[in-house]
């Protein structure tokens, strides 16, 4: 096979928008109203109402402009402070550890299972007992034992669930970001469903949501809709900042598309699905690639196969490249990165699964609206190269 022409370039992800968002974002735009407002507040009640029809209930929603932001409204709404230790998995995007140093408290790396890359609940036990707060990642939509995680850490530490890979993501247990504590999904461009940038915060206590909607927006007691609409109270100046907040609110153009593309997270589900058993089946046995389980409740975010070595997975990505075909690593862990290694010692040694996975792991194009025959290049590609 070889790359001739530029259509036949298979990019690593494109977004599923159609003429529904675009509609959306212009009723949106006609309105008049384009920041937090109606739509926000619709797109808040739809999202605790999917998760609700489809788990055992009780669950809020409040969405933010980004999941960074809803891990860091998260964590200062349970109380996590200077100095208290919140552990993450090494192996995870840079915003779950950051979150943590934002409130100026210490995140504890642990290692990944080799199978999955998330969070060993084994390295997590050795650290109970100085844990303020946990949270864990379903890394690429394959959701964490989050009961395992419970039980290594102890009833007493709540668990934030990073789910911004898993929307949806339907486990035995339930949704997952609806098993923990708190959950917190993305919406940034690339995920699952999209709102070009923004977040979801949802759980059950009525005490975090009441912190995080006052959190969001400056510390302001009133919300900016509340003020300007409120017949009751038509004095939009009068509002107290009871607290140092923060700008974290949605735009209700985001909210608008979000809605749109919640509507459609289970055929979009579906389509992800499809083509995640398309190439399991179709690489089923190639030597010296294992594949991503196929567990119950996996998202489908992102396609991960493993090769047996550095140089092997290097020259695979050389190879998909020179086929015009794009891939990415999620991710080099955060023991590799200099902030993270030097400000807290980290080792390789230390992180020996994480470690391993990080040179041998790719991620393979996988998209809703992928078609076919961008996919049997991609699966033609790979064989070649195994070959
Ligand atoms: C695991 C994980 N957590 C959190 C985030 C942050 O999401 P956002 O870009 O919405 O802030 C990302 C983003 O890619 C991520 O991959």
Known sequence: ?????????????????????????????????????????????????????????????????????????????LGVGAGDRVAVPSLTFTATAAAVRYLGAQPVFIDSLPGSGNMDPEQLYRVRGSLKALI?????????????????????????????????????????????????????ATKTITTGEGGMITGRDPDILKRIHRMRLHGIDRTVWNRYTDRAAPRSWEYDIADLGFKYNMTDVAAAIGRVQLSRADSLYAMRREQAAAYTSAWNGVEGLELPEDVCGHAWHLYIVKTSSREQRDGLADWLHHEGICCSVHFIPLHRMSYWRKNYNLLPENFPVADSLADRILSIPLWPGMKKQQQQRVIAALKEYFQ
């Open 1 to 77: 096979m070889s790359r001739n022409t530029e259509n036949l370039v298979v990019p690593f992800f494109k977004p599923c928008l159609g003429r529904r968002e675009i509609a959306a974002v212009k009723r949106v735009m006609r309105s008049g109203w384009l920041t937090t407002g109606p739509e926000s507040l619709t797109f808040e009640e739809e999202f605790a109402a999917f998760l609700n029809s489809r788990g055992r209930g009780g669950q809020w929603a409040a969405a933010v402009n980004s999941a960074t932001a809803g891990l860091h409204l998260a964590l200062e709404a």
């Open 136 to 188: 864990p990642v379903h890394l690429a939509g394959h959701p964490c034992d989050i009961r395992a995680i419970r039980e290594a850490a102890g009833p007493a530490v709540p668990i934030i669930e990073d789910a911004a890979h898993a929307f949806p993501s339907y486990t035995e247990e339930g949704m997952a970001g609806t098993l923990g504590d708190v959950g917190v999904y993305s919406f940034y």
